[in-house]
């Protein structure tokens, strides 16, 4: 889970120095009827020229979905890839919702979008007891994703390399939540073999490692169920 902290960290400092030129909703209503009049070309909707390295939709989508979606109205890509990855790597639940809306494909991202929708959550209950409506909503938001096609298993490679169930077990979230959490991922498939938790984030200690050997008996969703009562 610190990885995916800092990843956080990073990712929002990077964003900051987006947001500094992102372009107020006149400029973006000016650009899309620009594009529409045939004065400048429909590519322009994905790229602010001042943004940065940032694709103006992943910089908008968490902040402001009226101009997200008078964007995607206008034709501007779901899945442009910026050179760092897809609007989706930057949503929240609602923005993910408006993003699939509009044919966003989650397997062109290269995060773990699964991993993301942990994490949000984690950071939004700041160090307090997490909700039953937070987890509800995260394992909506992790449901909807699965269904579009991301990848349960998916490995994020690199520095900040994270899978869905080495995340939840790592976590310092309670064990209620932390439950709830592995109930949706197994029941959605994902497998869990120790060999998806070898990575350069840390050796799992002793009671992680116990754990996740109980899990692998349990691949079945009824019969982990069972054994989880």
Sequence with gaps: MKCGMLFSLLLMTSFVSAMNDVPSEQEVMN???QVKEGKTDPSSL???PTGGRWGLLRIL???????TEKLLQAGADPNFYDGSDTPLACADFEGTKLLLKYSADP???EMSLLCHAMTVCYNEAEGRPIDKGLINETIDWMNRLIESGE????????????HLLYNIVKS????????????????????PHLDYF????????????????SCEKYRCWTAFMRKEG
């Design 46 to 48: 994905n790229k602010w």
């Design 172 to 191: 310092r979230i309670e064990p209620n939540a932390k439950k709830a959490l592995i109930s949706c991922a197994i029941r959605n498939g994902s497998n």
């Design 107 to 109: 397997k062109q991202c």
């Design 31 to 33: 650009l899309i009827q």
């Design 151 to 162: 990848d349960v298993d998916k490995w994020e490679s690199g520095d900040f390399g994270r």
């Design 61 to 67: 989508v968490r902040w402001d979905l009226k101009r």
């Design 198 to 213: 070898k990575s350069d984030c840390g050796k799992l200690d002793g009671s992680v490692y116990a754990y996740l050997s």
